[in-house]
């Protein structure tokens, strides 16, 4: 008998092969690469809706890069294996003061709308965690607007629970706050 997903919720995903994908830190090329590959409304939507410019992609690949140095993990440049960019995903603390998990480490992915469907995003989170366990953190954090079904459905997959509801600052609008102890 077939299940009947509400509307908005993301159909599971099959088992199936993981795709390849490679994960780097972030050279001054890639805040190009990434700029060009979030030039889109729709990858920007649950971000300010709009993209960013170049400087912006500039001072995050540079902050990466420290991050790396200074923690073992930070937002990786993920390939496919064609060594195309496809976007990033990683660990980094987390940015903000005035809201959510101040303190804790968490995980993110962004991806191009190109690579939107196809397992990159689940398989270079799953990387990530790895790199994070390896680094020593014991726990993390996934900050999702409660609209992203698809940021949502990684977030599960990854085996994460929802603990937590924040009010973002743009008014009215919320972010479920997910934890997975590593």
């Not at 987390?94 to 939107?116: F, K, M, Q, S």
């Not at 990159?120 to 607007?145: H, N």
């Not at 599960?156 to 629970?161: A, F, K, N, T, Y």
């Amino acid at each position: 008998m077939p299940v009947n997903f509400p509307k908005g919720y993301p159909m599971p995903i099959a088992p199936g092969p993981t795709p390849a994908v490679r994960l780097r830190v972030p050279t001054d090329e890639d805040a190009l690469a990434w700029h060009r590959v979030f030039a889109d409304p729709q990858v920007m939507e649950f971000l300010g809706g709009r993209p960013a410019e170049l400087s912006v992609y500039e001072e995050l690949t540079a902050r990466q890069r420290r991050h790396d140095a200074e923690l073992g993990h930070c937002l990786w440049t993920v390939l496919d294996d064609t060594d195309e960019v496809l976007g990033f995903t990683g660990a980094q603390p987390w940015p903000h003061t005035a809201y959510g998990p101040v303190g804790e480490t968490e995980i993110g992915w962004r991806l191009g709308r190109a690579a939107w469907g196809r397992g990159y995003a689940t398989a270079a989170a799953r990387t990530t965690l790895e790199r994070v366990r390896a680094a020593g953190v014991s726990d993390v954090v996934a900050m999702v607007d409660s609209r992203n079904t698809r940021s949502l459905a990684v977030a599960r997959r990854l085996g994460m629970r929802q603990a937590e509801t924040f009010t973002t600052p743009v008014p009215g609008q919320e972010a479920y706050c997910f934890r997975l102890e590593l």
